[in-house]
């Protein structure tokens, strides 16, 4: 059998206890990473609601402004000769 002495058994369980201790701290930081990365996505699906309503808003508003370009083109250039501007 082993024939260990007090130091080596204590020197032995002292390694044991650091390497559950290290085990349990790295099971903490897994566990905080997993939850950092939920509340991350819960980030980016609000961001992406926002994002979407935002570019629906910019597309209305883009066609507002392309219709009111063709009025005004429309009032400027009636019947294909200038109301405004240099008349030769």
């Known amino acids: 059998m082993l ?3 007090a130091f080596e058994v ?12 290290w ?16 509340e991350t996505q819960k980030d980016v699906d609000v961001l992406r609601v926002r994002h979407e309503a935002l ?3 910019m597309m209305n508003d883009l066609t ?3 219709e009111a370009l063709g009025r005004i083109e429309g009032y400027i250039f009636e019947g ?8 030769d």
């Open 10 to 21: 204590f020197s032995i369980l002292m390694v044991l206890g650091g390497i559950i201790v």
């Open 64 to 66: 507002a402004i392309r």
């Open 23 to 38: 085990f349990v701290r790295l099971e903490g930081r897994v566990k905080q990473i997993e939850k950092d990365n939920n």
């Open 3 to 5: 024939n260990l002495s």
């Open 80 to 87: 294909g000769n200038p109301k405004y501007g240099r008349r």
């Open 55 to 57: 570019d629906s808003k």
